[in-house]
């Protein structure tokens, strides 16, 4: 399926062309539970403030949060030594940062709006039985403290129940302990580090690129978005 699709991502004041990886890469690190007042603190700007609704990922105040959180550095450092053992090098060090919350997440791609980037997520909550599933991929990655992963952000994706096929809004109603924060950062898609190790071939279609007003994925010669219940491509529109 990546074969057939194509990225058009913004690169400085233009448009570009490149390949959508299939490789997500993943482990786990060794970093400490947040402390109890700063997880309780989450869970009521989760509820009070962003209002989460089941599938909704949205972020948290990080700037807050580093002042209360004395292992925030570690978990920076444990992020910047895998992503090092990948052959990184330190691209992480230069790369936007944010905290993230999610109550589960339906299938989606972020590639018309991060099209120029890889996403690299570390995951602070404890395993609640939820995976992330990339449906074109097959990779099913079980979500607990210290998971990490590093993935192509136009590759379909999404937050579900370990037992699920798919995404059900029932299986996040309200209730269920089952919201997950994560680090996240946007490395640069055209870091020759980070293109060797997701693999992506740039200017795959110029003609294309060159017609374009936004970002977008196309599949098979035309604009695609994804189902979110399934995470199937299908026509954009």
């Not at 990886?21 to 700007?45: C, F, H």
């Not at 990490?148 to 996040?172: K, N, Y």
């Amino acid at each position: 399926m990546s074969d057939r699709l194509t990225s058009y991502f913004w690169n400085s004041t233009a448009l570009r062309s490149r390949s959508v990886s299939d490789i997500v890469l993943s482990g786990t690190v060794d970093v400490p539970q947040p402390p109890a007042r700063l997880m309780a603190d989450w869970e009521r700007d989760i509820a009070e403030t962003l209002f989460l609704e089941p599938g909704d990922v949205e972020p948290l105040p990080l700037a807050r949060a580093r002042m209360r959180w004395p292992d925030h550095k570690r978990c920076v450092q444990a992020m910047r030594e895998w992503t090092q053992a990948l052959g990184l090098k330190d691209v992480l060090a230069s790369s936007d940062i944010a905290l993230m919350a999610c109550r589960g997440a339906r299938y989606h791609h972020d590639g018309e709006q991060y099209g120029s980037a890889a996403f690299c997520n570390l995951f602070v909550s404890e395993d609640k039985g939820l995976d992330v599933h990339f449906p074109g991929t097959g990779h099913r990655i079980p979500l607990a403290r210290g998971t990490v992963l590093m993935f192509d952000t136009a590759q379909p994706h999404a937050v579900i129940r370990r037992d699920a096929s798919g995404f059900d809004a029932e299986d996040f109603a309200a209730g269920r302990d089952c919201s997950q924060l994560f680090l996240t950062w946007e490395l640069p898609i055209d870091n020759a580090d980070v293109a060797r190790a997701l693999r992506i071939a740039f200017d795959i279609d110029p003609s294309t690129a060159s017609r374009l007003n936004d970002e977008q994925v196309w599949l098979d010669g035309a604009r695609a978005s994804v189902c979110p219940a399934s995470g199937r491509w299908r026509a954009a529109g």
